[in-house]
């Protein structure tokens, strides 16, 4: 599809990756809008790319989902793409109970219901635009999980189904669905739990995701698979086994 003049709406796109994005999408020439629940963080990414324009909003909020998409079709009537960003990664573990589930913010909320939610309210607008898109950030761990992080992989793997299910939905009309798959990423996600496990590597640079993301799209490439998350999507039901008895091995 066509990688310029578009209006992007990344949500979570104050940092990591959605801000990786934004940068290579405002330096091919489209407008970028953000949200997320930090004003300091989309202050910061405005005064970095000051064509920027953001909403404050927490996604997990089903009221601030909808305020979100009223803001962003009033004021920018030419949205076309939307990407599906905003994510959390917690570390739970069952053998408590429901302790840890119930101790912090809900996966399933931000990472999943979210996506769908917000999915739902653009998709009438997106197809009165001539081309659009629906952009999905999922994860390697959607296909071979990562157990101390159960809900967040399982949330992963829903958004991968999600994504296939809606592409063939929106076949027939103007858009387009795609998903892209990261492998581990140097961001802020999780990044308390990287260092208490001392967890030595940290991933690759969100820059080389936002390239992928912009070639794949380029390319009308709908699973767009980065680095070694192309091994985690594609490998063997073996391979699939080796590479989580290795991921997981040692928790
Ligand atoms: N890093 C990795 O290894 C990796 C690998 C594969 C996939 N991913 C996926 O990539 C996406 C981006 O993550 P990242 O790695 O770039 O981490 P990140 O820097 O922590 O970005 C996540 C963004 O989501 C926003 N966010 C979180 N909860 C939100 C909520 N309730 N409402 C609105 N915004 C919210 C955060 O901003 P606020 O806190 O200000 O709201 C933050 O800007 C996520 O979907 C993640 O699952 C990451």
Redesign the pocket.
């Known amino acids: 599809m066509k990688i310029t003049d578009n209006t992007i709406l990344i ?9 990786a994005l934004a940068e290579v999408l405002i330096r091919e020439g489209n407008q970028v809008l953000l ?4 004003k300091d ?2 202050l910061a990414a405005q005064t970095k790319f000051p064509s920027i324009q953001f909403k404050v ?4 909020e089903p009221k ?1 989902r909808l305020a979100l998409f009223e803001w962003a079709t009033s004021n920018f009537p030419n949205l076309n793409i939307l990407v599906n ?5 917690r570390q739970i573990d069952f053998t408590k109970g429901n302790v840890d589930l119930l101790a912090g ?1 809900d996966e399933i ?3 999943f219901s ?1 996506p769908v939610q917000i999915s739902a309210l653009f998709i009438p607008h997106m197809m009165k635009q001539q081309q659009a898109a629906i952009i999905n ?5 959607g296909f071979v999980p990562l157990t101390i992080v159960p809900v ?1 992989s399982a949330t ?1 793997a829903a958004i991968h189904s999600f994504s296939w299910s809606l592409r063939h939905q929106l076949r027939k009309t103007t858009v387009k669905v795609f998903e892209v ?9 999780d990044q308390g739990a990287r260092e208490r496990r001392r967890q030595e590597y940290r ?1 690759i640079h ?1 820059a080389e995701v936002a390239e992928a993301t912009l070639a794949g799209l380029a390319k009308d490439e709908y699973e767009i698979s980065v680095g070694q ?1 192309q091994a985690l999507r594609s490998g063997t039901p073996q391979e699939a086994a080796q590479i989580f008895a290795r991921m997981n091995g040692n928790w």
């Open positions: 949500t979570g796109g104050a940092t990591g990756i959605g801000l949200c997320g629940r930090r963080k989309l909003c927490n996604v997990a601030d960003n905003a994510g959390i990664q913010e909320q931000v990472n979210a950030i999922s994860s390697g761990l967040y992963k798959i990261p492998p581990t990423v140097d961001t802020e996600l991933g969100s998350a």
